[in-house]
C-alpha cells in the first residue's frame, strides 16, 4: 500500500486547508484510515481517524475545526482543516491501518505534508 499527502502550505491563523491522501489500493474496506500530525520538538500524535463504516475520532485539540473524511470511489482520505492555529504547525501524515483475516495488523504511512501556521 503506497500513500501520498497532498495540500499541505503556508496560511494565517484563522485560515483552512485541505490535505488529501491518496492511496494505491482501494480503501474501501480499509479497517482505520487517519491523519497524524508531528510538531518539531515532539512526538507524533493522531488527529484524527475514520473507520472503514465511517465512524470518526478527533484528537480533543481539533474537535469542532477540522473533518476527516475519505471518497471510496477515489480512494482518497481528506481532511478539512477550518479555522487553523499557530500551534496546529507540524508535518502531517496519512495513516492506513490493516487488520488481516488472520489478526495480523499492518500500517502505512504517506510522506508527510507540512502545514504552517502563522499568527
Known amino acids: 500500500v503506497q500513500l501520498q499527502a497532498f495540500g499541505g502550505g503556508l496560511v494565517q491563523a484563522g485560515g483552512s486547508l485541505t490535505l488529501s491522501c491518496t492511496a494505491s489500493?482501494?480503501?474501501?474496506?480499509?479497517?482505520?484510515m487517519g491523519w497524524y500530525r508531528q510538531a518539531p520538538g515532539r512526538q507524533r500524535e493522531v488527529v484524527a481517524s475514520?473507520?472503514?463504516?465511517?465512524?470518526?475520532n478527533y484528537a480533543a485539540s481539533v474537535e469542532g475545526r477540522f473533518t476527516i473524511s475519505k471518497d471510496n470511489a477515489d480512494n482518497t482520505l481528506y481532511l478539512q482543516m477550518n479555522s487553523l492555529k499557530p500551534e496546529d504547525t507540524a508535518v502531517y501524515y496519512c495513516?492506513?491501518?490493516?487488520?488481516?483475516?488472520?489478526?495480523?495488523?499492518?500500517?502505512?504511512w504517506g510522506q508527510g505534508t507540512l502545514v504552517t501556521v502563522s499568527s
Open positions: 495513516n492506513a491501518h490493516i487488520v488481516t483475516p488472520f489478526r495480523v495488523a499492518y500500517d502505512y
Open positions: 475514520i473507520s472503514d463504516v465511517q465512524t470518526t
Open positions: 489500493v482501494s480503501i474501501r474496506s480499509i479497517n482505520l
